[in-house]
């Protein structure tokens, strides 16, 4: 497998493969679900192949997946399924364009393992992942967090942010210095 370091999409067997993104947050109630259902509606504008995945054996989200792309969305959970069976699942029911939710916080699982967690499946599909952070009431504090979590980022997978819940004038101003800072880009439309 290869992989270009400054780019959101997987090539493998020749360029073959979907292309696919995790969206991942530092914890629940991020913005993931909302942050998903507009990205999945603009993706379906454009494209007729999207699909959508799950992590862990939630079934409210994958409804709101199905809402906005017509195409039932399929959860993706090592704990129940595995490695082989998790890897199967995505790779029998993938579109073109695939978007995989997170669940909890990036590196969430059963006890302080890991195991289970989003960065787990992240890691089997060898998925890049955009961070979702809650930035409100946070100044140059952001920067410790974002950079906590790609210190456990084994893989490099973690490739961009999305900043939520912050003015558009202050995202301006904050985007840039994040992106010299971390090398990685800010992604998204900031919502107040």
């Not at 493969?17 to 993931?32: E, F, H, M």
């Amino acid at each position: 497998m290869e992989c270009a370091q400054n780019s959101l999409v997987y090539s493998e067997n020749g360029g073959d493969a979907p292309a696919r993104l995790v969206l991942a947050a530092t914890g629940s109630g991020r913005g993931k679900t909302t942050i998903v259902s507009a990205l999945l509606a603009l993706l379906a504008r454009k494209h007729t192949d999207v699909r959508a995945f799950k992590c862990g054996p939630d079934y409210i989200d994958p409804m709101f997946h199905e809402t906005m792309i017509g195409v039932p969305s399929k959860n993706l959970d090592p704990f129940f399924c595995g490695e082989e069976l998790l890897k199967a699942s995505f790779w029998e029911d993938h579109g073109e364009i695939n978007i995989i939710e997170g669940v909890m916080g990036l590196y969430d699982g059963i006890g302080m393992t890991g195991k289970s967690s989003t960065y787990e499946t992240a890691c089997m599909l060898k998925a890049p992942i955009v961070l979702c952070i809650d930035a409100r009431g946070m100044g140059r504090s952001i920067l410790a967090e974002i950079k906590g979590f790609l210190s456990m980022d084994e893989e490099s997978l973690i490739r961009g942010v999305f900043l939520n819940r912050v003015s558009e004038g202050y995202f301006a101003k904050l985007a840039p210095w994040l992106e010299e800072e971390l090398g990685i880009p800010v992604v998204g439309i900031p919502a107040t």
